[in-house]
């Protein structure tokens, strides 16, 4: 993993915000977007982790996803986490319904 380049260019968080696009290690904070701007529901879109140490990479989230709006990507360390596809995002919350973490950790 030693020298990989994530292409944050294309990614947001929920609030629009776009990811740095600067050279150098700055992970991500939490969940992110590809086509944000193209939200159907941007009121409803998922909020799977704030945090990246509330999420575990388990892929339950895209697993339910019931329009395989989730994908897993890795971040700029090279660890997998679910990316939304905003687009194509219903809002439906079953991906935040499903996830083991949250239920047995943070709540």
């Known amino acids: 993993m030693k020298?990989?380049?994530?292409d944050n260019s294309t990614l947001s968080y929920r609030d629009g915000t776009p990811l740095s696009t600067e050279l150098g290690c700055r992970p991500h904070k939490s969940t992110r977007f590809l086509r944000r701007g193209e939200a159907r529901y941007q009121d409803r879109l998922p909020e799977l982790y704030r945090d990246r140490s509330e999420c575990c990479?388990?892929?339950?989230?895209?697993?339910v996803c019931p329009l395989d709006a989730i994908s897993m990507l890795p971040d700029e360390e090279g660890f997998e986490y679910?990316?939304?596809?905003?687009a194509v995002c219903i809002g439906c919350g079953k991906c935040v319904a499903i996830c083991p973490f949250k239920k047995h950790v943070i709540e």
């Open 3 to 6: 020298g990989m380049l994530i």
């Open 57 to 63: 990479g388990c892929t339950a989230c895209r697993a």
């Open 82 to 86: 679910p990316v939304v596809d905003a």
